[in-house]
């Protein structure tokens, strides 16, 4: 039952493809809070959908929950967790103190969708690595993929990122998330990635099962040891993420596929 999974705001760490032992820190916490509700989100259909910026898990409380934690066993710190974290307006003060008490990078998964903000953008600066959501070139396929909340467009999402590339010091990143119905969208992407120039763009495919529901421990459900029912979604095959990669890196930008050649 979810009643017996401590309610702390961190998690982990759990090993990452890519970054070796990830130590997980969630912003939102009680339940999930986003600004999208992505059709392949392994956090499953998300309870909350919103554009609004507020503190939802106190920073001391945090900071207690990092208390907990063994650093020593941390290669990287990851703010993601139960949604959108660019939502919490305390993101800011934790990667500081992250920074400042254990010396540990601190990576950033966000969907963007914010960015166009600039006190938003402030509160990212102190990260070493942002990695930004980038599924959809066109609004119909952003409708249907990553189903926003009101008023985000895929414009909107651009132009927050290119405004954070301008300003940012650390590593910008890009995850392109494909399953067959947004394939055709490859060409698109590589236009918009051509224009953002971020340093690296990852092609991934939903390798894990769609939750029918929230569960406190789907945030670092690496292993998948949730019991709720799930559903397996459509993948890209190997030979397509290929065909995607060469077409993404037309863009001119470095592009790791979830598919090791």
Not at 14 to 19: G, H, N
Not at 130 to 136: A, E, G
Not at 186 to 208: E, F, H, S, Y
Not at 216 to 231: F, M, N, Q, Y
């Amino acid at each position: 039952m979810e009643s017996a999974v401590p309610r702390s705001s961190v998690y982990g760490p759990v090993r990452s493809w890519r970054y070796g032992w990830s130590l997980g820190v969630d912003l939102l916490l009680e339940t999930s809070i986003c600004s999208f509700n992505c059709i392949y989100c392994q956090l499953g259909d998300i309870e909350i959908v919103t554009r609004e910026q507020k503190v939802y898990v106190p920073t001391e409380r945090v900071v207690e929950d990092l208390k907990q934690v063994d650093m020593d066993r941390v290669d990287i710190v990851a703010i993601s967790g139960s949604g959108e974290p660019t939502l919490a307006l305390n993101l800011g003060e934790v990667i500081h103190h992250i920074k400042e008490t254990y010396e540990k990078p601190v990576m950033i998964l966000t969907n963007a969708s914010l960015l166009t903000d600039p006190a938003t953008r402030a509160r990212v600066r102190e990260a070493d690595i942002v990695d930004c959501k980038l599924d959809s070139a066109s609004d119909e396929t952003l409708e249907k993929f990553n189903r926003p909340a009101a008023g985000i467009t895929v414009s909107k999402i651009v132009e927050g990122i290119q405004a954070l590339r301008a300003e940012y010091p650390g590593k910008l990143h890009l995850q392109c998330m494909f399953m067959p119905m947004n394939v055709a969208e490859a060409q698109g992407l590589a236009r918009l990635i051509r224009d953002i120039r971020p340093d690296r763009v990852q092609l991934n495919t939903p390798k894990r099962p769609y939750p029918k529901q929230w569960e406190l421990i789907l945030r670092g459900d690496h292993e998948r040891k949730s019991t709720l029912p799930r559903v397996s979604l459509k993948t890209i095959s190997r030979e397509q993420a290929r065909e995607i990669q060469q077409i993404l890196e037309q863009s001119g930008v470095p592009v790791l596929s979830v598919y090791p050649s």
